[in-house]
């Protein structure tokens, strides 16, 4: 076990998922854990993260000195090495000529953590701040032009810090860096894979649960779906999962649900409440509203499922370990975040205790977690879709009829993108059914049919994304098929606009 404790870097999560990469489990505390939950990990070592702070400066973050008596090999990057260069009586100020983006390293001093490192390597910096003069008894193992401590370390005392972020990809040899640290000076053994998680993390959950009743509401998502599959190994048909089909997911998507999970070893339950949502969404056109009437009708139908099985001793969350890191929780139980059901957490179930089978998982380790629970691999890597669904990609008021094309026309278009080899690029793509019609002419006759919108995007976080360069071919093949098979649709546009300015959903 590595401990990365957090003092607000922006590569913080990247650190934890890089030592997992070589085989070493880790977790992430706040900066402001007790040294005393740190010691009962009895980890192997501790890695400072950088952040955004000063730490020559009285207000900024510093670990508890406590630490460093432990034992423990420990890495600071960043502003962890300023922090330690800083509490061990070293120089740290601004520098004079800040450095950010790829520079050269220059490796000066013989050690096991740049063991088979070139002399010379490239290394993400980023930093305005930097380590004029390590404390007594360090020793400068790196330099820039610019950085005079690149890398020091103290081996006696098993510190070692790196002014550069190794965790990111820019740095030629940092995953040799890491590996060095993890393997050779912490003696980790780089043992732990999904395959012995999942049988860990199967006992941990027979062992917490016993012969207790768990409710899980299943949304067809990677992690509801990974949540459901990975609980049925654990405890079968003490699982029960719950999915509300509200008539607003993707072609046929609901009966895919059923077909992978009526067959697993769960009591598996399918409500179809698509007539209840329409009638609830009926003269409701404002995005907001749309959203809101899923969310409410969603809870209200789950809670009446509920309330027929009775009393369960555990609701099941599919949250995830950046939620919990996020949240500031990190190693605590998580806090349950709304956007992990359609509509916030019911209020109107009766449970005890809630149970989250993924919160110690990356989302890339939760498909792999998947695919080795044999869910189908659509399933395992389907795109993030909205919770209400097709009811904010059809514009202006949800109907079934115009859900049912923008079905056809969304399946489509994602067939087609399957085909031409174009989808494994794409973060989200997806058709909205706007309400403009338009003119048409279809042999000698007038159509007048709706405009119907593709959207496609890259986007490493949904924060900000771009707008995909889908060939012209592909879109030309895309729209005839469209607008032969669907004669409800008589134009079709490709979204250009790239967030922000706009969002990626239209509404
Ligand atoms: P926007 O449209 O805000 O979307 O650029 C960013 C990401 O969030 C998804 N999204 C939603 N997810 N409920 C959800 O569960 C919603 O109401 C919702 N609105 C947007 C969107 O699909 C994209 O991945």
């Not at 900024?60 to 960043?78: E, F, K």
């Not at 088979?116 to 790196?142: C, K, L, N, R």
């Not at 309400?435 to 593709?454: H, M």
């Amino acid at each position: 076990l590595i401990y990365v404790i957090d003092f607000g870097g922006q590569y913080n999560q990247l650190i934890a998922r890089r030592v997992r990469d070589l085989g070493v489990y880790c977790e992430v505390l706040p900066h402001t854990a007790p040294v005393e939950q740190i010691r009962a990990g009895n980890p192997s070592g501790i890695i400072f993260t950088g952040g955004p702070n000063s730490a020559y400066l009285p207000d900024s973050p510093q670990c508890d000195p406590a630490l460093y008596q432990l034992g423990v090999p420990i890495l600071g990057i960043c502003y962890g090495a300023q922090m330690m260069a800083h509490m061990f009586g070293g120089k740290v100020e601004a520098a004079p000529v800040g450095e950010f983006g790829k520079t050269v390293c220059k490796v000066v001093g013989e050690t096991p953590f740049f063991a088979g490192i070139q002399q010379e390597s490239v290394v993400w910096m980023s930093h305005v701040d930097y380590i004029s003069q390590p404390p007594a008894g360090f020793s400068v193992t790196a330099v820039t032009d610019n950085c005079p401590v690149a890398a020091m370390e103290c081996p006696e005392k098993k510190l070692y810090a790196v002014q550069f972020h190794l965790e990111v990809n820019h740095t030629q040899q940092g995953s040799e860096m890491l590996h060095n640290f993890l393997f050779d000076i912490c003696g980790c053994v780089g043992d732990w894979n999904m395959e012995n998680y999942l049988d860990s993390e199967i006992a941990r959950l027979k062992e917490r649960i016993g012969g207790k009743k768990v409710l899980l509401a299943l949304s067809g998502g990677v992690d509801s779906s990974v949540c459901a599959a990975l609980l049925s190994r654990a405890i079968g048909k003490q699982l029960t999962c719950i999915f509300v089909d509200h008539g607003l997911m993707r072609y046929k998507e609901g009966d895919a649900i059923e077909e992978t999970f009526g067959k697993m070893d769960v009591n598996f339950k399918r409500v179809n409440a698509q007539a209840r949502f329409f009638g609830k969404l009926a003269g409701v056109t404002e995005p907001e509203a749309k959203r809101k009437a899923i969310g409410e009708e969603f809870i209200r139908v789950f809670e009446e499922e509920a309330k027929a099985i009775g009393k369960v001793d555990f609701l099941a969350q599919g949250t995830i370990y950046p939620d919990v890191v996020e949240s500031g929780l990190g190693g605590e139980s998580a806090v349950i975040k709304s956007h992990h059901n359609v509509g916030g957490l019911p209020e109107h179930v009766d449970f005890e205790d809630i149970v989250e089978p993924l919160n110690m998982l990356f989302k890339d380790e939760v498909r792999r977690l998947g695919i080795l629970l044999g869910l189908p691999k659509e399933m395992v890597w389907r795109q993030p879709f909205p919770g209400p669904g097709l009811g904010i990609r059809v514009m202006g008021e949800v109907t079934p009829e115009k859900v049912d094309l923008l079905q056809k026309a969304d399946f489509i278009f994602r067939e087609e993108l399957d085909k031409a080899g174009e989808s494994g690029s794409l973060s989200q793509c997806f058709a909205v059914l706007t309400e403009q019609r338009t003119v048409g002419v279809v042999g000698d006759f007038r159509t007048y049919g709706y405009t119907l919108a593709l959207r496609a995007v890259t986007t490493d976080d949904f924060m900000t994304a771009d707008f995909a360069r889908i060939p012209y071919d592909v879109l030309e093949k895309i729209s005839t098929r469209i607008i032969g098979e669907l004669p409800g649709i008589g134009r079709i546009v490709y979204d250009v606009t790239t967030k922000p300015p706009a969002t990626i959903e239209w509404e």
